[in-house]
């Protein structure tokens, strides 16, 4: 089946700093989603994006579907920024997400 | 419009037991999928219903069964307990068809086997 890798896996950085998340993923998709994950398990939708280029407010997100990987920009990082962040896929021709392992973000004060 | 709900958020059983979870999606959203997550396998895809129909199942035993109703509601259920089942099970509802739509996450049930 379809392989998803997230990079870095943990990633620590000073309130203020940008960061970029990394999903590569090893087959064609027709869906791309990145979430995070409140303390309580709940994961929170943070873009769909099978392709193109996406902004909310201090967060973005790009997926080149051709070259079968999507990022995740973080900008001026906040310390409830401080989640794990997942990418999930949908291999095209399939009905469920695949999750990558995820990156855990810590942002300090 | 109200989110997905999932009941009970928390559950603790014993081994061998058997254990039902509810899922209730967004209102109009026909497909309902089951994820599992643990710390050491991550999130696991359990399976998918729509229109009362599963359509993929992921590969879990035999004891992880599920059921969608007419109003989309879903359950799934859990026989005979194992320990390595405390899990936190998360359901997920997108909007009719084929193909893919934006999936939308449940607040979870946490289940402890003890």
Known sequence: GIQVEQSPPDLILQEGANSTLRCNFS???????????NPWGQLINLFYIPSGT??????????????????????????????VYFCAVVNTGFQKLV????????VSP | KAGVT??????????????TLSCSPISGH?????????????????????????RNKGNFPGRFSGRQFSNSRSEMNVSTLELGDSALYLC???????GSSEAF??????????
């Open chain 1, 54 to 83: 996406k902004q909310n407010g201090r967060l973005s997100a790009t997926t080149v579907a051709t070259e079968r990987y999507s990022l995740l920009y973080i900008s001026s990082s906040q310390t409830p920024d401080s989640r």
């Open chain 2, 6 to 19: 999932q009941t009970p958020r928390y559950l603790i059983k014993t081994r061998g037991q058997q254990v």
């Open chain 2, 30 to 54: 026909r497909s309902v999928s089951w994820y599992q997550q643990t710390p050491g396998q991550g999130l696991q895809f359990l399976f998918e219903y729509f229109s009362e129909t599963q």
């Open chain 1, 99 to 106: 999750f990558g392992t995820g990156t855990r973000l810590l």
């Open chain 1, 27 to 37: 087959d064609s998709v027709n869906n791309l989603q990145w979430f995070h994950q």
């Open chain 2, 105 to 114: 996450f449940g607040q979870g049930t946490r289940l402890t086997v003890v």
């Open chain 2, 92 to 98: 997920a509802s997108s909007l009719p068809g084929q």
